[in-house]
C-alpha cells in the first residue's frame, strides 16, 4: 500500500528565510506525487506534482519539490518566505483515483 | 471554470439526524470524489465516481454513509443517524481523466459538520 509520511506538524520560519517541507513516500511502484496548501476556513489548492516527467518540479507561488527515489523523498522548498504563505501543507500519493494524504505541515511565517 | 461548489458551507446538527450534502464539480468533470478531514489531519478518501458509477469506497463509508452521482453531474453525500465522531470538514474534488498521469483533483471549499 502507498503512504507519506510528512516530518514536523509545524513549522516556523522568518519572513525572507528558506522554507523546507519534508515528505517521504513509501510505495512499490513510481510513485505520482502532489502537494497541496490548504489556508483556513478553505479547500485544498494544487501547488504541484510529479509525474516522473522531470525529478525538479516547479510549482506556484514560487514552490518546487525534488523526488529523490533513493531517499523516497518529496521535499517542498522556497527561497525566500512570505507572509502568506503560513497554511498548511500536504503531500499526497496516489495509486491511481484516490489521493492518500500525510498528516500535513503548519507554516508559519514571522515578520 | 467556475470552480467546485459544495453546500451548504456550515451544517449544525443533533445526534440522530440525518444531513445531506451536495457537491457540484467543474463542469465535464468525470470524476467526483469525497473526502473527510478531521482537525490537524490529512483529508481521508471517502468514495468516487466516475459519471455515474461509483468506482471505490472506503472502509471508513460505514452503512450510514451513502453517496450518488444518478445524472454523472452534481453528487449527494448522505450521513443517516449522525454521531458526535461524525463532526468533520466533508471535502469534494473534481477532476477530468487523462490520457496519460495522474489527474488533477480540484477541491471545493468544503462542508463543515458539526455534531451536538
Known amino acids: 500500500a502507498q503512504s507519506v509520511t510528512q516530518l514536523g506538524s509545524h513549522v516556523s520560519v522568518s519572513e525572507g528565510a528558506l522554507v523546507l517541507l519534508r515528505c517521504n513516500y513509501s510505495?512499490?511502484?513510481?510513485?505520482?506525487l502532489f502537494w497541496y496548501v490548504q489556508y483556513p476556513n478553505q479547500g485544498l489548492q494544487l501547488l504541484l506534482k510529479?509525474?516522473?516527467?522531470?525529478?525538479l518540479v516547479k510549482g506556484i507561488n514560487g514552490f518546487e519539490a525534488e523526488f529523490k527515489k533513493s531517499e523516497t523523498s518529496f521535499h517542498l522548498t522556497k527561497p525566500s518566505a512570505h507572509m502568506s504563505d503560513a497554511a498548511e501543507y500536504f503531500c499526497a500519493v496516489t495509486p491511481g483515483g484516490k489521493l492518500i494524504f500525510g498528516q500535513g505541515t503548519e507554516l508559519s511565517v514571522k515578520p | 471554470d467556475t470552480g467546485v461548489s459544495q453546500d451548504p458551507r456550515h451544517k449544525i446538527t443533533k445526534r440522530g439526524q440525518n444531513v445531506t450534502f451536495r457537491c457540484d464539480p467543474i463542469s465535464e468533470h468525470n470524476r467526483l470524489y469525497w473526502y473527510r478531514q478531521t482537525l490537524g489531519q490529512g483529508p481521508e478518501f471517502l468514495t468516487y465516481?466516475?459519471?455515474?458509477?461509483?468506482?471505490?469506497k472506503s472502509r471508513l463509508l460505514s452503512d450510514r454513509f451513502s453517496a450518488e452521482r444518478p445524472k454523472g453531474s452534481f453528487s449527494t453525500l448522505e450521513i443517516q443517524r449522525t454521531e458526535q465522531g461524525d463532526s468533520a470538514m466533508y471535502l469534494c474534488?473534481?477532476?477530468?481523466?487523462?490520457?496519460?498521469?495522474?489527474?488533477?483533483?480540484?477541491f471545493g471549499p468544503g462542508t463543515r459538520l458539526t455534531v451536538l
Open positions: 510529479y509525474t516522473s516527467a522531470a525529478t
Open positions: 474534488a473534481s477532476s477530468r481523466t487523462s490520457g496519460g498521469g495522474p489527474d488533477t483533483q480540484y
Open positions: 465516481f466516475q459519471n455515474e458509477a461509483q468506482l471505490e
Open positions: 510505495s512499490s511502484v513510481p510513485p505520482y
